[in-house]
């Protein structure tokens, strides 16, 4: 390959890096396995000769998804993830326009719920999910993939679909309002009004809480409106400590403690009223995040 066509070909790569960004992260969940993906892909290519590749885009679209699917594969045979609680890696953002880069990467607003369940989706179901719901890919193509029937990859995506839509609510689009349910849940939370936590909250609201690995931080799950409030105490030991920021694309908090980041927390609002609330608590995760626009390390 002359240096020309080597330079043609790393500028087409760049081109579709922030798609195979976006299709890596909601195939993994971590941005730090997503670059990893993105790289593995480019390396691949680099020892590929371009002359047997009719379709640059589709091919750098497929190549990413394998990598990303022998990722899943041997994440869930290793069972790195938990079987409760799973929060994936947040993509956090300070509180106004996304970047061009973060509004790349959300560009479908995939919020932080929906992850969630994705996490639980079998590695051929996200795949066929991803790729064909999100990414428009046609199930001949993921089919070959997979190494499945194009039938049969229309069932796993049919499945995912029912368990997405069952599970992950859709976020209101004025982000406004988004924040001023989210501000109305921390002031009743500080005042101790538990009829004001309520009615910001869902009836069947689920709060979920990612303290990772470590027993000092606990990992649940709660749900319904009541439950969820008569445990909002902790919302109001943090709330001087919260700091408003884009968590996916929605709004969502980042709260510092001494210089520290103790949590990333994402709100999903849903007709007004909070109908998920993902808490990442994880310290070994929560490192691994850019928040130095929070004063957090």
């Known amino acids: 390959m002359t240096e020309a066509h080597e330079g043609e070909l790393h500028e087409r790569f760049e081109a579709q890096r922030p798609r195979l960004r976006s299709v890596a ?34 091919w750098l679209t497929t190549v990413v998804a394998r990598v990303c699917l022998n ?13 409760d609680v799973h929060v994936p890696e947040p993509v956090v953002s300070p509180d106004g326009p996304l970047g061009p880069e973060d509004e790349a990467l959300l560009a479908d607003s995939v919020g932080l719920a929906l992850m969630v369940v994705l996490d639980t989706l079998a590695p051929a179901e996200r795949v066929s999910f991803v790729l064909h719901d999100l990414f428009a890919v046609p199930f001949e193509e993921v089919a070959e993939l997979l190494d499945r029937t194009p039938a049969s990859v229309r069932q796993l995506a049919s499945r995912a679909r029912r368990r997405v839509q069952g599970r992950a ?6 982000l406004a309002r988004q924040r001023a349910v989210v501000d109305a849940f921390f002031a009743a939370a500080r005042d101790g009004d538990l009829d004001g936590l309520v009615a ?48 996916n694309g929605a709004a969502g908090v980042v709260v510092v403690v001494n210089g520290k980041a103790f949590s ?27 928040l130095s626009h929070f004063g957090g390390t």
Do not use: C, H
């Open 264 to 290: 990333v927390m994402a709100f999903t609002v849903t007709g007004g009223r909070i109908a998920a609330i993902d808490v990442l608590y994880d310290p070994d995760r929560l490192t691994r995040l850019d």
């Open 200 to 247: 910001v909250l869902d009836p069947e609201v689920v709060l979920r809480a990612d303290g990772g690995a470590s027993k000092a931080r606990q990992t649940v799950e709660i749900r319904t409106a009541r439950v969820v409030a008569a445990q909002a105490a902790m919302a109001a030991k943090l709330a001087p400590f919260v700091q408003p920021a884009l968590v």
């Open 169 to 174: 609510p859709v976020p209101d689009p004025d």
């Open 25 to 58: 992260y909601r195939m993994l969940g971590s941005l730090s396995e997503a670059d990893d993906a993105v790289q593995e892909t480019w390396l691949r290519l680099g020892r590929t000769d371009p002359d047997d590749i009719d379709n640059l885009d589709a």
């Open 71 to 83: 990722l899943l594969r041997t994440r869930r045979n290793r069972r790195e993830v938990p079987v």
